[in-house]
């Protein structure tokens, strides 16, 4: 995930999420810097890895806002879970669902306005 830093720049963070009802939902430890700079300043872009081709994928550009977790925290659930993309040890999915129902951490919805496809046939991007 790229935001832009306190001077603009840009900044990546490695993270997961999950796409729900058309957004891209990610979470976060509130007290973060890339929680600050979000809320500083809303416009992010994720790049999604093409799950089965190597050098493949899109850019994810949107706005990010805070979301309440219910939605986030149902949708990684138990039997939701084996609709997530990434799998993720049971262990840290229990951690963040505590993290967030505890609101240490919180949940960003990211609406969608654009999405770039990267790399071409042959895995040259």
């Given at each position: 995930m790229l935001v832009r830093g306190a001077g603009g720049q840009p900044m990546g963070y490695p993270m997961t999420g999950i796409f729900r009802d058309g957004a891209l939902e990610i979470t976060s430890y509130r007290k973060a810097p890339k929680v600050k700079h979000l809320l500083a300043d809303d416009r992010v872009c994720c790049v999604v890895q093409h799950p089965g081709v190597q050098g493949?994928?899109?850019?994810?550009y949107g706005r990010a806002v805070p979301a309440a977790a219910d939605g986030f925290i149902a949708e990684t659930a138990g039997a939701a879970a084996s609709?997530?993309?990434?799998?993720?040890?049971?262990?840290?999915?229990d951690t963040v669902r505590d993290r967030l129902?505890?609101?240490?951490?919180?949940?960003?919805?990211?609406a969608i306005e654009r999405v770039d496809e990267l790399g071409g046939n042959d895995g040259q991007g």
């Open positions: 493949r994928g899109v850019a994810v609709n997530v993309a990434i799998t993720v040890p049971d262990s840290v999915r129902e505890t609101q240490k951490r919180m949940v960003f919805r990211i």
